[in-house]
């Protein structure tokens, strides 16, 4: 029913036909466990919800149809969606992560997975090179992501999938800031995407979702193989929340979007501001790369998400503390704006890694409200 149709209009019909039996307009929550079968092994395609639930496989499907992708597959969230690709490794095999991953992400590669003999190595992938030096000694999952957390730098992914496929990898590419209405990095020749669905795609902070999707067969076969056989599925409510979220990514994208923009610009122009991080800012290092990567939607969007350095931790913390508006919390995403303090909140498990962040960094997730008003309530913060 979607095919040809574009982002959009996929986000509200894809998977999502009127119910069959009942003609119901929005896709249901088939709250079930189980489904009763007409004969031994005769079903309706339904036998048990870790297997496989009508609410989830709608979301699925229009998760794949957003991402331009033959197959989307769901978690109940998205360090589940990583740890599930993780096991498509087997010891001596080597994972390449970024250098400013997410902290989950590391804390997964190199906490738990090595144990079970998986290599590690972090690198500066906004450095080819490097990479290159990196990949040439080993390789099998090339794991990038763009914008990175906190500090908004941009990785060139056609670069990175040159770089991986050389080297006999695959490349994942975290997808969470940008989403696939911004970004689409199967169209730039990564193998996997990946999504904490409880940022953007969800968009409401009411979820914990995560999931991957690719158009390679042989992976998806093995995905799908393993999200059944772990079992880290989301529960049909869920699965029914993020396809409701989905329905309106569009334009909550465009409308974060231009107000991240408009703070990122009032920020620049503060003298107590050091360093604003925003891939929209001309001045940027990955402006230029920004602007060709981020413009699945036609035009260059830059993200919701912005950082700045201040003079001092001290004062980093007073505006964090300060604000109204801009709810001090983890997370990202929602409609709602945060505000935070990386080195001491999201960030405060990789302390003393290649991955600490400097203590005078502010993160914010601008959210949908009038930028105006969001302005105003930095500018108390400031005061
Ligand atoms: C939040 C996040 C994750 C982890 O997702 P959960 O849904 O919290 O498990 C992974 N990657 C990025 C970039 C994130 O922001």
């Not at 390449?96 to 998986?118: C, K």
């Not at 992976?219 to 999200?227: D, H, K, S, V």
């Not at 991080?277 to 413009?295: F, K, R, S």
């Amino acid at each position: 029913m979607s095919d040809g149709m574009r982002f959009e209009t996929r986000a509200i019909h894809a998977g999502q036909e009127p119910d069959p039996t009942t003609g119901a307009a929005v896709v249901p929550i088939h709250q079930t466990s189980t489904f009763v079968q007409e004969a031994v092994a005769r079903h309706k395609g339904y036998e048990y919800s870790r297997t496989d639930n009508p609410t989830r496989r709608a979301v699925e499907t229009c998760l794949a149809a957003l991402e331009g992708a033959p197959h989307a597959i769901s978690f109940a969230s998205g360090m589940a969606a990583i740890a599930t690709l993780a096991l498509t490794l087997k010891p001596g095999d080597r994972v390449i992560l970024p250098d400013d991953v997410y902290g989950g992400t590391y804390r997964l590669f190199s906490q738990v997975t090595e144990g079970l003999g998986i290599g590690l190595e972090t690198v500066d992938m906004t450095d080819l090179e490097q990479v290159t030096a990196v990949t040439a000694e080993g390789a099998d999952l090339v794991f990038a992501e763009t914008p990175t957390n906190p500090l908004l730098k941009i990785l060139d992914l056609r670069a990175l999938a040159e770089a991986a496929h050389v080297a006999d990898a695959l490349l994942a590419v975290d997808n969470t800031f940008a989403t696939p209405f911004i970004q689409r990095p199967l169209e730039l020749a990564a193998d996997v995407v990946v999504y904490s669905g409880t940022k953007y795609l969800g968009g409401h902070s009411d979820l914990v979702v995560g999931s991957l999707a690719t158009a390679n067969e042989e992976l998806a076969g093995r995905l799908r193989w393993l999200q059944n056989s772990v079992g880290a599925v989301p529960g049909p409510f869920d699965a029914w929340l993020l396809l409701r979220g989905l329905k309106t990514l569009a334009v909550r994208m465009k409308s974060h979007c231009s107000g991240a923009m408009m703070i990122a610009r009032w920020l620049d122009e503060q003298d107590s501001v050091e360093i604003v991080h925003y891939p929209g800012l001309p001045g940027w290092p990955g402006h230029e790369l920004a602007t060709v990567q981020m413009a699945a939607s036609g035009e260059p969007l830059y993200g919701g998400m912005v950082s700045f350095s201040t003079s001092s931790e001290e004062r980093a913390l007073a505006i964090c503390e300060r604000t109204r508006l801009f709810f001090l919390a983890e997370s990202l995403g929602g409609v709602e704006s945060l505000i935070e303090h990386p080195a001491r909140m999201t960030h405060a498990s990789v302390a003393g890694s290649p991955l600490a962040v400097p203590a005078s960094l502010v993160r914010l997730s601008v959210g949908i409200e009038h930028p105006d008003d969001l302005i105003a309530d930095l500018e108390r913060a400031f005061a």
